[in-house]
């Protein structure tokens, strides 16, 4: 079974930095995109950004210029840069992957267990 471990997250002031790793692990045959989505107190969960294994990219209009994500391949981890953080950017955040596990199965949606980014002074 695949795993998502996300790590980074935790309390920041506002203006400040934080980077957010996610990785995964298991037996799988290959990840085609990972992502990370953020739930807002009393919020619908929102998408933050979004990178596939060839690299292209998506980030949500609210994080753009201030997030980056990226990966690492080789290293089945995903990275999400977030820099100028504001108050409104606090969130569970949600490690997300669309990941084969075999060549001759549909990819499936895999989601870690959520890390805690907390902005305030």
């Known amino acids: 079974q695949v795993q998502l471990v996300e790590s980074g997250g935790g309390l920041v002031q506002p203006g400040g930095s934080l980077r957010l790793s996610c990785a995964a692990s298991?037996?799988?045959?290959?990840?085609?995109?990972m992502g990370w989505y953020r739930q807002i107190p009393g919020k619908q969960r929102e998408l933050v950004a979004r990178?596939?294994?060839?690299?292209?990219?998506n980030h949500a209009d609210p994080v753009k210029g201030r997030f980056t994500i990226s990966r690492d391949n080789a290293k089945n981890t995903v990275y999400l840069q977030m820099n100028s953080l504001k108050p409104e950017d606090t969130a569970v955040y949600y490690c997300?992957?669309?990941?084969?596990?075999?060549?001759?199965?549909?990819?499936?949606?895999?989601w870690g267990q959520g890390t805690q980014v907390t902005v305030s002074s």
């Open positions: 997300h992957a669309d990941i084969a596990t075999s060549p001759w199965e549909r990819r499936q949606n895999y």
């Open positions: 298991g037996r799988f045959f290959s990840i085609y995109a």
């Open positions: 990178i596939t294994s060839g690299g292209s990219t």
